[in-house]
């Protein structure tokens, strides 16, 4: 597509709920991150995805999150016994070139998944 | 964890008046980016300066970078009140598979 596309945009869930949040990148973008930004601070790195396979997960806080891009375009991620904590925007970003190639790697973001948890 | 820390927190300007804002890091740097959001929603890309760069131009954008005091700067000239945003510095390191974003700076522009 043209831009990166995230859905939900706003998810309201309650405590101990599954959540699944999907992003759509840029057609032929090979690199997908998810960040995830809490008010009034930066995006946080949470995974760095290069085709189909997770290149960097350091950035997940803990075994309740995962995310998996199966067939090197669309990924989900999906946040297991959601805690309050959880409450967030999600942020998914796709990049022609994944780190460590050669030249310089600009980020296109999506608007957005808004994660309230209850 | 965060790498960069921007400088100030929040800038409120009339429009017309130049804003700058200021990125400190902490590792040695591949490049050094400035992304813009509006409404807390998705950031978008400004420009890109490689650590081997000092000054960089984009239209009423001017990006500095000083590698030995391991800080950049935004200015931007003639400001309008759809500049209103926040500003995010972000740093790409070797060795790092991320983009390292600051804690941003909260731009109003009044008119």
């Known amino acids: 597509g043209a831009g990166v596309s995230q859905t939900p945009s706003n998810k309201v869930t309650e405590k101990g709920k599954y959540v699944e949040l999907r992003c759509d990148p840029i057609s032929g973008h090979t690199a997908l991150y998810w960040y995830r930004q809490s008010l009034g601070q930066g995006p946080e790195f949470l995974i760095y995805f290069q085709g189909t396979g997770a290149a960097d997960d350091s950035g997940l806080p803990n075994d309740r999150f995962f995310a998996v891009r199966p067939e090197g375009s669309v990924s989900t991620l999906k946040i297991q016994r959601t805690e309050r904590g959880d409450s967030a925007v999600y942020l998914c970003?796709?990049?022609?070139?994944?780190?460590?190639?050669?030249?310089?790697?600009?980020?296109?973001f999506g608007a957005g998944s808004r994660l309230t948890v209850l | 964890s965060q790498q960069g820390e921007e400088d100030p927190q929040a800038l409120s300007i009339q429009e017309g008046e130049n804003a700058t804002m200021n990125c400190s890091y902490k590792t040695s740097i591949n490049n050094l980016q400035w992304y813009r959001q509006n409404s807390g929603r998705g950031l978008v890309h400004l420009i890109l300066?490689?650590?081997?760069?000092r000054e960089k131009h984009s239209g009423r954008l001017r990006v500095t970078l000083d590698t030995s005091k391991k800080s950049s700067s935004l200015l931007i000239t003639a400001s309008r009140a759809a500049d209103t945003a926040s500003y995010f510095c972000a740093t790409f390191s070797s060795g790092y598979s991320t983009l390292t974003f600051g804690k941003g700076t909260m731009l109003l522009v009044s008119p």
């Open positions: 970003a796709s990049s022609q070139q994944g780190f460590g190639t050669p030249g310089a790697n600009v980020l296109t």
């Open positions: 300066i490689r650590s081997n760069e």
